[in-house]
């Protein structure tokens, strides 16, 4: 699992766009040259993920969005990601 997803804003947006928590229910609204940073993860138990910071990309409905996101990984995620969520190569 992920430890913390941030997520750095460089946008031009005018209209829409937010960062939705539905289970939350909070709306980020984006600001140009912020950073929005949120646990994935229980602080009881790091190794499950935290359900209430599912997210979504709103539709941007006026202007450019342009960000990057960036993933705090806990363990090393390179091998196990190599077997994907099956298990299997593919």
Known sequence: HQLSAPRYER???EEGSGTN???LDITVQPKRGSAVLWPSV???DPT???PRTHHQALKVEKGVKF???AWIHL???KIP???GCTGAFG
């Open 11 to 13: 946008e031009r947006v």
């Open 21 to 23: 928590f539905p289970r």
């Open 42 to 44: 229980l602080s009881a």
């Open 48 to 50: 499950s993920m935290d």
């Open 67 to 69: 960000a990057a996101n």
């Open 75 to 77: 363990y090393d995620f």
């Open 81 to 83: 990601n190599v077997w």
